[in-house]
């Protein structure tokens, strides 16, 4: 089992950048493919990135494509989000996860291991 806390979140300027972090509990954090998610009030979850065990394939939402950069240091248990160039529409609380597995799924319900979320705001 995992355990995961996000940080980074916060309030920023359309045009500007935040990096997420999330740090995991434990010694087998390797073994584990991590996802970005966010929700937007009133919308669904929906998925951000993902990140293979060992950083070596990478996916993306197309709306991110180009402006965030998923990335993970295993030595120090964590995974980063890389946003630049936000806009107002990604304003969200965003959530990373953790599943046990090689790949990268874009379903929520594929990730057992959740963070309590850290809230980003782009203001216009």
């Known amino acids: 089992q995992v355990q995961l806390a996000e940080s980074g979140g916060g309030l920023v300027q359309a045009g500007g950048s935040l990096r997420l972090s999330c740090a995991a509990s434990?010694?087998?954090?390797?073994?584990?493919?991590m996802g970005w998610f966010r929700q937007a009030p009133g919308k669904e979850r929906e998925f951000v990135a993902g990140i293979e065990r060992n950083g070596g394939n990478t996916f993306y939402a197309d709306s991110v494509k180009g402006r965030f950069t998923i990335s993970r240091d295993n030595a120090k248990n964590t995974v980063y989000l890389q946003m630049n160039s936000l806009k107002p529409e990604d304003t969200a609380v965003y959530y990373c996860a953790a599943r046990r597995s090689w790949t990268i799924e874009l379903q929520g319900s594929e990730y057992p291991y959740w963070g309590q979320g850290t809230q980003v705001t782009v203001s216009s």
């Open positions: 434990g010694r087998t954090f390797n073994t584990y493919t």
